[in-house]
């Protein structure tokens, strides 16, 4: 991999578009060390750029430095409202051996982090270093109240403790020079069979104006590698002699056909099982996949997802077919502007048809429907070939009338 992937930044002073050109800090020479960084990282969170990495953990909240448990102790550890947490491992270098190191290490607090209960984590934050820094409470209720004082705390608290059990966690390496492969990366976390989390690494590119002054610093964060799902397990079975259990392990390629998952999407499948039904959410995962082979991509944020049809002009827009909520409803997206020029220009008929089409499915399954904006996705799913007959028309309309358009042109 090239050593420089991205060009010079430039600051543009004024309208005529005269600017100043940045310059980089050699990586072997930071400005501060790794104690700095934390606290950096502590005070701004939002230099994480979390809603790319894994939107389920975001907004993040600080909670505390050097956060001890059996295997060490945690540079830093976040949380967000809905009870999931951020570990965080800080490292300034330029030799592969420490990358590995971090890794390991990271996933070793993972792991002994996993073990704690929800009160485990209260008495280790409120003994960290710095938990207090940028007037954080020394309590994770209090630092939550302080960032939303309407927060339920009696979920927040079993959210936590889910995460906890479950190994849910977001595990970041944050650093300068940070040069890796997803590949190569995911070779040294073999050590935790029970855990499922997330793993990625973000570099922090630091630039000045003037070469010769310490300040000010300008700082561009980027990811450099980021896991897919990252599940493994040791499956006990135990079985009266004579019964035969056969597992079967998905090759590669049939790992790659299907996709994999990312942390937050599992996540959400959870939260849907816990509001709804088990069943509901092994639906919705059924129709996310099937509405993918028609064409859409799946947008993920904390408590949503978004199925959207690249449009086919080249616009670069996409339509938003239908947004399901963590909750269990569902409501169509934003497809007046399916007439617009710069999203096409498409005939709004196209997008009436399909709204149409879909009131009628879910009225067909709930009575009190009265096409108000949102609806119980359970009473789409009642129809969901139906439904996805609907999708394919929504489509397939708007692919005729791109190339009809094209073939004008």
């Known amino acids: 991999m090239s050593e420089k992937q991205f060009s010079t930044p430039v600051i543009i002073t004024d309208k005529n578009c005269r600017g100043q050109r940045l310059h980089q800090i050699p990586f072997g020479k ?40 059996k295997a060490g102790n945690a540079d830093l550890i976040y949380t967000n409202p809905s009870g999931y947490l951020t570990i965080v491992e800080t490292k300034l270098w330029s030799n592969p051996e420490s990358r590995r190191e971090a890794v390991v290490q990271l996933v070793d607090y993972a792991a002994a982090i996993s073990s704690w209960s929800f009160e485990n984590l209260r008495d280790e934050v409120k003994k960290s270093a710095n938990a207090n820094q940028s007037g954080n409470s020394l309590d994770i209720l209090e630092t939550l109240r302080k960032h939303d004082n309407e927060i339920d705390e009696s979920n927040y608290i079993d959210s936590v403790s889910r995460s906890l059990i479950r190994g849910n966690f977001l595990l970041l390496i944050i650093g300068n020079g940070i040069r890796e492969s997803v590949e190569s990366i995911t070779e040294y976390i073999q050590k935790a069979p029970g855990l499922h989390f997330a793993l990625a690494l973000v570099e922090m590119n630091l630039y000045k104006t003037n070469p010769h002054q310490d300040y000010p610093i300008y700082i561009q964060p980027r990811i450099t590698a980021k896991t897919v799902e990252l599940v493994r397990a040791v499956v006990d079975i135990k079985a009266p002699a004579g019964i035969q259990v056969n597992v079967e392990i998905p090759t590669e390629e049939e790992a790659k056909r299907k996709g994999r998952r990312r942390i937050t999407e599992q996540i959400f499948l959870e939260e849907l099982a816990e509001n709804a039904t088990a069943e509901i959410s092994d639906q919705v995962k059924g129709l996310i996949g099937e509405m993918k082979n028609i064409g859409l991509q ?39 502007r399916i007439s617009w020029p710069e999203y096409g220009g498409y005939n709004e008929d196209i997008a009436n048809d399909y709204q149409e089409s879909v009131h009628k499915l879910v009225e067909k399954n709930y009575a009190q429907h009265d096409r108000v904006e949102s609806f119980p996705i359970k009473y789409l799913l009642k129809s969901q070939d139906e439904y996805l007959d609907c999708v394919n028309a929504f489509t397939l309309a708007i692919k005729n009338e791109a190339e009809n358009k094209a073939g004008e042109d």
């Open 298 to 336: 799946s947008y993920w944020r904390s408590s949503s997802v978004s199925m959207r049809y690249p449009d086919p002009g080249g616009s670069g827009y996409r339509f938003t077919v239908i947004v399901i909520t963590v909750t269990g409803s569902a409501y169509m997206g934003w497809l007046d």
């Open 30 to 69: 930071p400005p501060f060390d790794e104690d700095r960084l934390q606290e950096l990282l502590a005070e701004h969170p939002e230099l994480i750029p979390i809603d790319e990495i894994e939107p389920a953990f975001s907004p993040l909240i600080f909670l505390g430095r050097e956060v001890g448990n």
